[in-house]
């Protein structure tokens, strides 16, 4: 092989994990390449136009996948340069600490993770830098112990939301301001890169003002002479030397080309789907079930939340534009008559009548679909789905991804949905009173995608890590316990899903990886400062 196709380290995939993974180490001076099968989000109108974002699904990936009966599943993912946090709706949440700990659920034991939330907390403030989460500590009532105010105030509400906050208030409960990576300066509109649109949740963001890791992570580290990304560079196989000790080789099908790279580390974060997807077709004679995998748990464990859309309809309208902002916490651990965890509460961006045709709801009486957007909150509910062995990613013969999941942990889901119901009925406007509020209706998100499972936005736990390497695929400097080079960083290393958005804790972890990295790699602390200092994220974070 030759010299230029040798590096120190290879990143595969440039979402959550990956990307945060290339900031923090450009500045290594160690040779970086990172391989991306996607290319970037073309900058177009398109970008924020909502029948060809949700309805046509343009961004989305045209392949196609395989639920348990074979029947074809068209995944509501996207392979781009930034991967999924292009698209993400940027609520950027720390897990809570308990959740690091064994929890007993309606539907079964949530397991305990192999570090503690202590151990994460420096990197959770972090990656709240990096990716400028606004946000206020102290409002949220399970909101874990942090060290640092977070790095900007909080989005602020629109005049529904915060009608909506008061009454929430006013019944007992807890709302508050989510935090969010979104570049806005509401004390300097004028000079603001996020000009607070309607098109942000699921949307790439045209102005470049989401902090996504395309734009936050991977172009500051193409600045570093030492750092080179390929896109379109689909990673078919990972090969291994004749022990099946290290991966020695990349294969990788660039532009329909095959090529061959090496790392003297590996690290793959392609997602928790694809992420096993690649160690499973990556089997050898060393390893027959998969690479990394003598405990035979890669591509078990699939998780990805149980998620609803809930829209409450009042007779008041909503002129929300940006409608993200608050969430709710209160029944995260249980309450007085369900005393399991029931999950979060908070909002998706505003559903318009086009988005609204694709997921049909049931019609409120005396509404039109049109009339319904315009008077609808939009609530998203998140559970936790436990890990279950049979929830998996398998390969077919013809080598497509084939995902079986079941549903569990559901009554805690329907006890939320109930929960929400009664707190909402406890809302009055000076208008209609108590009769202003009409109902909650559930939108299919998935319809006009033909989407048999619950989506795979929050896909995680594929390639678990832990102690025992009977139980686990990674050690838990996310290291693979079977190879001396092989890394893992996105979100397939979860234990539990918890109930929270994936996102930071998969930036955090990845920081965390970064320092291990740094150390196995004996980068001088010094020179590794002098350099990171010359990152243009300081700048672009308006520090
Ligand atoms: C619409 C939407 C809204 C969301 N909202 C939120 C939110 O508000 N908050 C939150 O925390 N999370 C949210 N999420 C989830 C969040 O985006 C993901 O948890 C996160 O991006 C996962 O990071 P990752 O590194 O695991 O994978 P990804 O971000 O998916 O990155 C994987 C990358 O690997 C590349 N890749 C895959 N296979 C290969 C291969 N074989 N070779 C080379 N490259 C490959 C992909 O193209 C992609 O770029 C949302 C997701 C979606 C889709
Ligand atoms: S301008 Fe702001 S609200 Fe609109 S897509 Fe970009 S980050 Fe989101």
């Not at 409002?139 to 900007?152: H, L, N, Q, R, S």
Request: proline share 6%; glycine share 8%.
């Amino acid at each position: 092989m030759s010299r230029e196709n040798q590096f120190d380290v290879i990143i595969i995939g440039t979402g959550a994990g990956g990307g945060t993974l290339a900031h923090h180490l450009a500045p290594s001076g160690k040779r970086i390449l990172i391989l991306e099968r996607g290319d970037y989000v073309a900058r177009e109108k398109d970008n924020w136009n909502s029948k060809v974002v949700n309805v046509d699904a343009k961004y989305n990936t045209k392949e196609l996948w395989r639920d348990a009966d074979g029947k074809e599943l068209h995944p509501h993912t996207n392979y781009y340069v930034g991967g999924n946090t292009k698209f993400y709706g940027a609520a950027l949440f720390r897990l809570r600490r308990n959740d690091f700990g064994e929890i007993r659920h309606h539907g079964g034991i949530s397991p305990a993770w192999p570090i503690s939330y202590d151990e994460l907390e420096p990197y959770y403030a972090q990656a709240e830098n990096l990716y400028q989460v606004h946000g206020n500590r102290g409002e949220d009532p399970t909101e874990p112990p942090a060290g640092k105010a977070y790095p900007w105030p909080a989005v602020s509400h629109e005049a529904r939301i915060q009608h909506l906050a008061d009454d929430f208030r006013a019944a007992g409960l807890n709302p508050f301001h989510t935090p969010l990576g979104v570049m806005l300066d509401e004390k300097n509109p004028r000079l603001s890169p996020c000009i607070r649109c309607n098109t942000c949740d699921g949307f790439p963001c045209l102005v470049h003002a989401k902090s996504d890791a395309q734009v936050l992570c991977v172009d500051p580290a193409l600045q570093y002479p030492n750092v080179t990304l390929l896109t379109s560079a689909l990673v078919k196989r990972l090969e291994t030397d004749s022990a099946g000790r290290e991966v020695r080789g990349v294969i990788v099908e660039r532009n329909g080309v095959p090529e061959t790279y090496s790392g003297s580390i590996v690290v793959v974060s392609c997602g928790a789907i694809n992420s096993a997807a690649l160690l499973l077709r990556s089997a050898n004679d060393r390893h027959p079930n998969g690479l990394a995998n003598s405990s035979d748990v890669v591509g078990r464990h699939y998780m990805g939340h149980t998620n609803s859309v809930l829209m409450a309809i009042s007779k008041c309208p909503n002129p929300t534009i940006f409608q993200k902002t608050l969430s709710v916490n209160d029944f995260y651990f249980g309450s007085k008559d369900f005393e399991y965890p029931m999950g979060h509460i908070s909002f998706v961006g505003k559903l318009d009548a086009i988005t609204l045709r694709t997921g049909a709801p049931a019609i409120a009486p005396g509404f039109t679909l049109e009339l319904m957007a315009k008077h609808s909150l939009d609530f998203w509910l998140t559970s936790e789905d436990l890990p279950d062995p049979n929830n998996r990613v398998a390969i077919n013969r013809d080598g497509e991804i084939v995902l079986t999941y079941a549903p569990n942990n559901l009554k805690a889901h329907d006890q939320l949905k109930e929960h929400l119901q009664r707190a909402m009925k406890q809302n009055t406007c000076s208008i209609h009173g108590h009769e202003c509020h009409q109902g909650l209706f559930a939108r299919n998100l998935y319809v006009g995608q033909r989407i048999p499972l619950a989506g795979v936005a929050h896909q995680n736990g594929t390639i678990r890590f832990g102690r025992d390497p009977k139980t686990s695929a990674l050690d838990i400097n996310c290291k693979a316990h079977d190879l001396d080079n092989l890394y893992v960083v996105d979100g397939s290393f979860f234990p539990s899903s918890a109930a929270v958005n994936p996102g930071l804790t998969i930036m955090a972890n990845a920081l965390r990886v970064g320092d291990h990295l740094l150390q196995r790699l004996r980068v001088p602390i010094a020179e590794y400062a002098a350099n990171g200092s010359k990152s243009t994220v300081a700048q672009l974070a308006g520090g």
